[in-house]
């Protein structure tokens, strides 16, 4: 079956512009986590939703970074006023429910803002 | 606060030689830890999980608490291991976090 999908692949921007992206968990599962990975680091966690609700949201780094996830399924990432720190690949993954079950990784956005 | 260590950014040995990856956490509570692998051009995923106590791809991994360490190991090193490895650790209060290391690029020489 489809694994985790991302789009857009690459995303360039200018600062203070807005942007979305967007994840499809894989079908079925209720989880689905948002994680940042800056060149030469891990990924750093930002948002975790079981179902359509946030469960978790204490990585997002200020108020510029939302995400939702409206019908439990397809999740968007929202990033208002875009600064060139916020360049980065943003991953997705999803699992079938909350806890420490396995988490399927989508390709990632690239993002980078100019 | 939890965190994660892998002490390595760079391991390189030859083929059929021994590979240890280090990984070290702190963590006040019952650790969940795993090990993620991400292949070139591939994207990431999972390669083994401590409470499975399984040995994917001829890798183990151990959970040592008194040492606070989770290394990756495996005995005959194979060109086809040559790639980035995560160690992560996941929150048991909050079900969904997981905090990863900076990982460890091996490279494993013909």
């Known amino acids: 079956g489809a694994g985790v999908s991302q789009t857009p692949s690459n995303k360039v921007t200018e600062k203070g512009k807005y942007v979305e992206l967007r994840c499809d968990p894989i079908?079925?599962?209720?989880?689905l986590y948002w994680y940042r990975q800056s060149l030469g680091q891990g990924p750093e966690f930002l948002i975790y939703f079981q179902g359509t609700g946030a469960a978790d949201d204490s990585g997002l780094p200020n108020d510029r970074f939302f995400a939702v996830r409206p019908e439990g399924s397809v999740s968007t990432l929202k990033i208002q006023r875009t600064e060139r720190g916020d360049s980065a690949v943003y991953l997705c993954?999803?699992?079938?429910?909350?806890?420490?079950?396995?988490?399927?990784f989508g390709p990632g956005t690239r993002l980078l803002v100019l | 606060a939890q965190r994660v260590t892998q002490p390595e950014k760079l391991l390189s040995v030859f083929k059929g030689a021994p590979v240890e990856l280090k990984c070290n956490y702190s963590?006040?509570?019952?650790?969940?830890l795993f090990w993620y692998v991400q292949y070139s051009r591939q994207r990431l995923q999972l390669l083994l999980r401590h409470i499975s106590r399984e040995s994917i791809k001829g890798f183990t991994a151990d959970l040592n608490k008194g040492e606070t360490s989770f290394h990756l190991k495996k005995p005959f090193a194979q060109e086809e291991d040559s790639a980035m490895y995560y160690c992560a650790l996941g929150d048991n209060t909050n079900a969904g976090k997981s905090t990863f290391g900076d990982g460890t690029t091996l490279t494993v020489k013909p």
């Open positions: 079908s079925g599962h209720t989880a």
């Open positions: 993954a999803s699992s079938l429910w909350r806890g420490q079950e396995t988490q399927y």
């Open positions: 963590y006040s509570g019952s650790p969940e």
